[in-house]
């Protein structure tokens, strides 16, 4: 109806990821057919209208575009890409739920186990590159917009605080400092990143990209923050090596 990409606020963005996860669901059932895609899909439908229920409830959901997002060439690039990498990354971490849960009370086949974890891998550097690709975009659009390429504003370094979480996981195994155990908790911790990129820093009243702020937030994510930290103290615990 905007004739715009559908991530123009805070609601709208919370059905994009949602859409977007849910393909990568699909294609990740097509790829591995493990059940987990098509469980993991369902799950992150579901709390993605949720999310964006609530969301809507602060008013008008086809509102006047903000002036810092009237450019559909920079929709089309920068905040799709960046979206696209909140979808890949919070997926893997949500794949990463599955794995720790199967390690610790589950008795699968090692080819299911091995088939998750590779799906939580490739996840992540999907999730890696489109955000990577989405915080290079928006340098240059804060270029051209407001006259300098980087300027520490809490929405980009959101960006970049999950571009780093990824990249340190990733040379963490590379390197042998974690195992497939580490890395699922990592992956975890990750929802927890893209949680405060995306809708944290909408809290903080600053900055050139506070337009989406949602009163009433802050006690949710309060919530989601300390649940995941209660699941991957107890999944860490519960799945830590025994002694021989």
């Given amino acids: 109806l905007e004739g715009r990409p559908p991530v123009t606020n805070l609601y709208s963005s919370a059905l994009f990821v949602g859409w977007g996860a849910v393909l990568l669901c699909l294609f990740l059932e097509k790829a591995f057919a493990n ?19 609530h969301l809507s409830l602060g008013g008008d959901t086809l509102e006047m575009m903000r002036a810092v997002l009237d450019s559909n060439f920079w929709l ?10 909140y979808a890949g990354v919070w997926l ?8 720790l849960l199967a390690l610790a009370f589950g008795k699968k086949p090692p080819a299911w186990m091995r088939s998750v974890f590779q799906s939580m891998m490739g996840l992540l550097a999907f999730g890696w590159a489109f955000s990577f690709l989405g915080t290079m975009l928006g340098g240059v659009w804060a270029d051209q917009s407001w006259g300098r390429f980087w300027g520490w504003d809490p929405k980009e370094n959101g960006a970049l605080l999950i571009v ?10 590379m390197g042998n400092m974690i195992r497939e155990r580490g890395m699922a908790l990592g992956a975890v911790f990750g929802c927890v990143i893209v949680m405060a990129a995306w809708l944290g ?14 009163s009433g937030l802050a006690r949710g994510l309060l919530l989601y923050a300390g649940l995941e930290a ?6 860490a615990l ?7």
């Avoid at 089309?76 to 990498?85: D, L």
């Avoid at 780093?164 to 195994?173: E, F, G, K, P, S």
């Fill in 76 to 85: 089309a690039t920068h905040v799709i890409a960046i979206t696209t990498g």
């Fill in 35 to 53: 059940v987990v895609g098509s469980v993991a899909g369902g799950m992150i439908g579901f709390a993605t209208l949720l999310i964006a229920h």
């Fill in 238 to 244: 519960k799945t830590w090596p025994k002694k021989q």
């Fill in 201 to 214: 820093v909408n809290l903080m009243g600053v900055g050139l990209h506070n337009y989406g702020f949602t």
């Fill in 164 to 173: 780093i979480w990824v990249a340190a996981l990733y040379h963490a195994r």
């Fill in 230 to 235: 209660l699941f991957m103290v107890v999944l």
């Fill in 92 to 99: 893997a971490g949500v794949i990463g739920h599955v794995y």
